[in-house]
């Protein structure tokens, strides 16, 4: 199993991105699929979430912003980025817990290899 992310780059202020993430391999059941970021030197922190229910969760400082949205197989997920200033900038990750399958009741943790995002005042 892989996460393969997508879709970062620079953009100026004010500009937008979309960030995509596609979990590649067999798995029998996906749980929450969110987006975190990590700025040089800091924890990585929860951008957006999507739970295996459905409901989404934003952090306080993409809210109004920042979309969280996958297709209707699940197994790709976007995050697609308005507004964007400078602290936003850092490596984006996507991350989900998957079971592997069906006689499993392990959850795995997956990260994908990040994408980077340049805000540029």
């Known amino acids: 199993v892989q996460l393969v992310e997508s879709g970062g780059g620079l953009v100026q202020t004010g500009g937008s991105l979309r960030l995509s993430c596609t979990v590649s391999?067999?798995?029998?059941?996906?749980?929450?699929i969110s987006w975190y970021r990590q700025v040089s030197g800091k924890q990585r922190e929860l951008v957006a979430s999507f739970s295996s229910k459905g409901r989404i969760l934003y952090s306080d400082s993409v809210k109004g912003r920042f979309t969280i949205s996958r297709d209707r197989d699940e197994k790709t997920v976007y995050l697609l980025m308005n507004s964007l200033i400078p602290e936003d900038t850092g490596v984006y990750y996507c991350n989900t817990f998957l079971r592997l399958d069906e006689d499993s009741i392990r959850w795995h943790e997956y990260w994908g290899q990040g994408t980077q995002v340049t805000v540029s005042s």
């Open positions: 391999g067999s798995f029998f059941e996906l749980n929450d």
